[in-house]
């Protein structure tokens, strides 16, 4: 399977949103749950959640990347500079960083490495777009929750490094770009 990826812009909303309103998406929260709400008009539950989204869309605020399979969007990455989050309990970096905060793959695609992609794809992005560090807050592989942020595996094959814990269950892991 070959996936491109794409950062999410308001050309690209229509994948977004068709993704976020298939089955099994997290179209409860637009992945709003760990950002600041730019749009302090929204109205509550889902439909401000995603007018939230939107509006940060259409300002050219980074909200993440979306993973294609023959055109169609099969997956998401949440990742962006860390200020545009509400307070993840993240290490103290100096210097640009982006977080990595969630994802979510359509079931077909689910168990195919595609979270991997997701990872050096969003690296990359964050990268061209001036990030010194990345940072995760992914779980261990047996925690009943959390587990949209992403395993620690995953993070650990591609060189983060734990920083310490972020409450009960997360795990804050950084990446040093070169």
Same mark, same amino acid.
């Given at each position: ?9 308001? =050309? ?25 709400? =730019?749009? #302090? =008009? *929204? ?6 959640? #995603? *007018?939230? %989204? ?27 500079? !860390?200020?545009?989050? #509400?307070?993840?309990?993240?290490? =103290? ?13 359509? !079931? ?13 794809? *969003? ?7 001036? *990030? ?16 949209? %942020?992403?395993? %620690? ?15 009960? !269950? ?9």
């Amino acid at each position: 399977m070959r996936l491109e990826f794409h950062p999410v812009t308001s =050309e690209r909303w229509s994948d977004f949103e068709g993704l976020f309103e298939c089955k099994g998406s997290p179209h409860y929260c637009w992945c709003m749950l760990w950002r600041t709400n =730019e749009n #302090k =008009e *929204a109205l509550p539950g889902k439909a401000g959640k #995603k *007018a939230s %989204m939107k509006s940060r869309v259409a300002n050219g605020t980074p909200i993440g990347l979306l993973a294609y399979s023959d055109h169609d969007p099969v997956a998401w990455c949440s990742v962006a500079p !860390r200020n545009t989050y #509400k307070p993840l309990d993240g290490d =103290e970096l100096e210097g640009k960083v982006w977080s990595i905060t969630c994802f979510f793959i359509k !079931r077909p695609f689910r168990k195919m490495g595609v979270t991997s992609e997701l990872i050096a794809a *969003a690296i990359d992005y964050a990268k061209a777009n001036g *990030a010194q560090y990345v940072e995760s807050y992914p779980v261990e592989t047996d925690s009943p929750t959390y587990r949209y %942020m992403g395993l %620690m595996p995953n993070f650990e094959q591609v060189g983060f490094q734990f920083a310490k814990k972020a409450g009960s !269950r997360r795990n804050v892991m950084t990446l040093k770009l070169k």
